[in-house]
């Protein structure tokens, strides 16, 4: 059920895209041939005519959820998204600063003034608010911090106090409290008072007068035990709880793990001083994801679908240049054996195979690495382990598909003399190349790691380099001692 409600939203965005980039066209085409017919009162007509395609799309983008207009801003090349930017309604600008991507936020924020940035900002959460205020403009943080009151002030600057991905980075401070001595009843009547609460709201806190919490209670227990009770005798009094300095990813896999809707965060005393909820968790897995996905093949996180090709250009340089080191060593791993080559022209049909299923192989064991860092799974006492069991699978697979390979090398070439010795070669070639990329693939990352970065970062590159230069020069080394 799940799967189709998410089909129908994204079939719905989709949709709102392809209708919005529809008007956009409409629009100009509209105007290019009002723009050329000679009439009475050419500049009124043209006025007329602009106001009834801005009006209908402007309706149309105050029908959208935010998230849904921000993903049309995404799709969207610079001038068409600052033209539906400017349709955008300014009490709604801060709801869609916070949903684009930090590219086309960037292009948004550069289209702003000052005062329709702090106007926007100030409509915030004071977490959204410290989300966006590393976005902003130096000048401009500066006034908005000036514009709130006190009560949101001191949240958005302990916010900023904590790095992007802390749980302190992206914790919000909408939370509701209850003392243990009072009865359910009374908690209930407290509820009724507030009239609303904070959003995925599925606990209340349980504290003591100093703030320190002691246990939760969930909203579902209120409703199923006897009104008299006590929130003593109901609540959980051993919380899932996080510290401020805890890591946001760690924080996502207890989400995860345990199923959590909400959780508190406590200081150093145990006193309560935030909450995480689980839509802001999604947006940072959402987030972390993507810039896997990016950095893995070489981009720069941060990089716009519809940027200049001179800043995209730049962007990619640096991966460019790596992979172009690379290639110019296994190049030459190649031309030192170019005199055999020239020797037995099949070697230069059949190196290939060896480096691709060598980077095939690798790349699986890499994935399943680079998985198992991100989750933290793998320790100093598990290690030893997965590199055996990798070089095992390693050793399976050479010896099933090295002699797969041996025998389509004979058919294929039985027609020489050394159809044969090729065929043995190709098989101890395969193999000693699939363990050489199964232990690739686990110590590319584990090395990235020890080096600061992000287990996919350049992962891929590394892995790359490995199994293309030695599957090269094993194949090739052995033929020569053994064909030649």
């Excluded at 100009?28 to 500049?43: A, T, Y």
């Excluded at 799709?75 to 955008?88: G, K, N, Q, T």
């Excluded at 806190?205 to 005798?233: C, N, Q, S, Y």
């Excluded at 054996?337 to 192989?361: C, Q």
Aim: charged share 25%; aromatic share 6%.
């Amino acid at each position: 059920m799940t799967d189709q409600t998410d089909d129908r939203a994204q079939e719905h965005v989709e949709d709102s895209l392809k209708q919005v980039m529809e008007l956009i066209v409409r629009q100009k085409l509209v105007e290019s041939l009002v723009h050329k017919q000679d009439m009475p009162r050419h500049e009124l007509v043209e006025s007329l005519v602009h106001k009834q395609n801005i009006a209908e799309l402007q309706k149309k983008l105050d029908y959208l959820h935010p998230a849904d207009v921000a993903y049309i801003l995404e799709a969207l090349p610079l001038e068409d998204r600052l033209m539906v930017w400017d349709l955008v309604r300014a009490e709604r600008d801060g709801d869609i600063l916070i949903e684009v991507s930090d590219a086309v936020r960037e292009s948004l924020i550069a289209a702003m003034d000052n005062r329709e940035l702090v106007a926007a900002a100030a409509t915030l959460d004071t977490d959204e608010i410290a989300d966006l205020a590393p976005d902003l403009p130096k000048d401009v943080v500066q006034e908005l911090m000036k514009s709130l009151d006190e009560a949101k002030r001191a949240p958005v600057e302990s916010s900023l106090s904590f790095a992007e991905d802390s749980v302190g980075g992206v914790m919000d401070y909408d939370f509701v409290t209850i003392r243990a001595d009072v009865t359910l009843e009374v908690a209930l009547r407290y509820l009724r008072f507030i009239g609303e609460l904070p959003p995925h709201t599925d606990k209340l806190f349980v504290v003591e007068r100093d703030g320190r919490l002691i246990g939760t209670l969930p909203l579902k227990r209120m409703l199923v035990h006897d009104p008299e009770a006590h929130v003593a005798a109901v609540m959980s009094d051993e919380p899932i709880s996080f510290r401020p300095s805890d890591d946001a990813s760690d924080a996502a896999q207890a989400f995860e793990r345990y199923d959590l809707v909400t959780a508190p965060v406590v200081d150093a005393y145990d006193r309560l001083v935030g909450r995480l909820s689980v839509d802001v968790v999604m947006d940072y897995i959402r987030a972390e994801a993507q810039s896997d996905m990016l950095q893995a093949a070489g981009l720069r996180e941060d990089e716009d679908l519809f940027t200049t090709v001179w800043k995209a250009a730049k962007n990619r340089w640096l991966w460019l240049a790596v992979n172009l080191c690379t290639a110019l060593v296994a190049s030459r791993v190649v031309g030192a054996f170019e005199g055999s080559i020239e020797k037995l022209a099949a070697l230069a049909a059949l190196m290939p195979i060896v480096a691709g299923m060598g980077g095939n192989s690798g790349s699986q064991t890499l994935t399943l690495v680079v998985r198992g860092l991100a989750l933290n799974l793998i320790s100093k006492d598990n290690a030893k382990r997965l590199m055996l069991k990798e070089l095992s699978i390693a050793l399976l697979n050479g010896v099933v598909w090295g002699g797969v390979m041996g025998v389509l090398t004979y058919a294929l070439y039985s027609d020489i003399p050394q159809a044969a010795p090729l065929a043995l070669v190709m098989s101890a070639a395969m193999l000693l190349n699939l363990l050489v990329s199964s232990m690739a693939g686990y110590w590319a990352p584990n090395i990235i790691v020890r080096m600061g970065h992000d287990p996919a970062f350049g992962a891929h590159v590394l892995l790359t380099f490995i199994t293309d230069s030695m599957g090269f020069f094993i194949f090739l080394g052995l033929a020569t001692v053994f064909l030649l």
